[in-house]
Nanobody, 121 residues
Framework: QVQLVESGGGLVQPGGSLRLSCAASGNIFRINRMGWYRQTPGKKRELVATAITSGTTTYADSVKGRFTISRDNAKNTVYLQMNSLKPEDTAVYYC???????????????WGQGTQVTVSS
């Protein structure tokens, strides 16, 4: 069991910045992938950014150059620095954890409750 607690969402003006944090606790495997997804009403949840334990990252094309994902493995925490925010970034942002024990074909996937990000004038 893994618990994910997000924080840092809020209301910002276009061009502003926010930093999201997600702290994981519980049965954390040493090698794992954590990341951020977002969802708006009527749309499927979409990937924003992910990072594996070693630090290798991936980003959605829509946020490349504006968002930065980072990890503090000692704290089991992942961050999302969001700069140059646009109204289109408005969504509920969900933290995700995916991990598995070494040699296992199964994996374990968990979601945070979500934090609202609103970009508006």
């Amino acid at each position: 069991q893994v618990q994910l607690v997000e924080s840092g969402g809020g209301l910002v003006q276009p061009g502003g910045s926010l930093r999201l944090s997600c702290a994981a606790s519980g049965n954390i495997f040493r090698i794992n992938r954590m990341g951020w997804y977002r969802q708006t009403p009527g749309k499927k949840r979409e990937l924003v950014a992910t990072a594996i334990t070693s630090g290798t990252t991936t980003y959605a094309d829509s946020v490349k150059g504006r968002f930065t994902i980072s990890r503090d493995n000692a704290k089991n925490t992942v961050y999302l620095q969001m700069n140059s925010l646009k109204p289109e970034d408005t969504a509920v942002y969900y933290c995700n954890y995916n991990g598995a024990p070494y040699g296992s074909s199964a994996d374990y996937n968990y979601w945070g409750q979500g934090t609202q990000v609103t970009v508006s004038s």
